[in-house]
T-cell receptor, first 114, second 113 residues
Framework: DTEVTQTPKHLVMGMTNKKSLKCEQH?????MYWYKQKAKKPPELMFV???????INESVPSRFSPECPNSSLLNLHLHALQPEDSALYLC?????????????FGPGTRLTVL | QKEVEQDPGPLSVPEGAIVSLNCTYS??????FMWYRQYSRKGPELLMY????GNKEDGRFTAQVDKSSKYISLFIRDSQPSDSATYLC?????????????FGQGTELSVKP
């Protein structure tokens, strides 16, 4: 089973709202990732977690706050977002962060910020 | 110069055609190469994964890596309308810890019945 699940599928929020995106995998993977994808662009890496510890933060604004409560779950907390943050947010996982590991993506959460 | 270059298309072919999708890369340290397929409004799906130079075949799909020219290709035989999607190539170097994938821009493919 190579499935990464994400909830919700769609999210509409105002600039003053606080919301969270959730990601789950049951493949025993110890690395999990958040990507942001704008229309007709490739995914852009935001955060990497390895063994539940933040490994990489690609200079993402603090209004995005990741959390990895356990090895199967990854959250992205959103607060005071801007309309330009509207995008498809993708979660991915892999066995580890080594270069030889295949990354598997979830279906994404389509976020609209009003 | 982007580390991975890919012609964004769009590319339109008739059903049954052989499709050739290509990327070039600039970083000699890249050793791992992937092709992802992404349907509209969905997440990328890993199609092919290769290490270093050579060919890899899976059904109608063949991935080819030529490290001497820094060129990676994906061939789709007997293309079907269901192959209509955006295809993303991606690379990673041996020493690139952190799992960061370097993506091309993606090529939008349309297979017409």
């Amino acid at each position: 089973d190579t499935e990464v699940t994400q909830t919700p599928k769609h999210l509409v929020m105002g600039m003053t709202n606080k919301k969270s995106l959730k990601c789950e995998q049951h493949m025993g993977h110890r690395a999990m990732y958040w990507y942001k994808q704008k229309a007709k662009k490739p995914p852009e890496l935001m955060f990497v977690y390895s063994y539940e510890k933040l490994s990489i933060n690609e200079s993402v604004p603090s209004r995005f706050s990741p959390e990895c409560p356990n090895s199967s779950l990854l959250n992205l907390h959103l607060h005071a977002l801007q309309p330009e943050d509207s995008a498809l947010y993708l979660c991915a996982s892999s066995h580890g962060i080594g270069s030889y590991n295949e990354q598997f993506f979830g279906p994404g959460t389509r976020l609209t910020v009003l | 110069q982007k580390e991975v270059e890919q012609d964004p298309g769009p590319l339109s072919v008739p059903e049954g055609a052989i499709v050739s999708l290509n990327c070039t890369y600039s970083n000699s340290a890249f050793q791992y190469f992937m092709w992802y397929r992404q349907y509209s409004r969905k997440g990328p799906e890993l199609l092919m994964y290769t290490y270093s130079s050579g060919n890899k075949e899976d059904g109608r799909f063949t991935a080819q890596v030529d490290k001497s020219s820094k060129y990676i290709s994906l061939f789709i035989r007997d293309s079907q309308p269901s192959d209509s999607a955006t295809y993303l190539c991606a690379s990673r170097g041996v020493y690139n810890q952190g799992g960061k994938l370097i993506f091309g821009q993606g090529t939008e493919l349309s297979v017409k019945p």
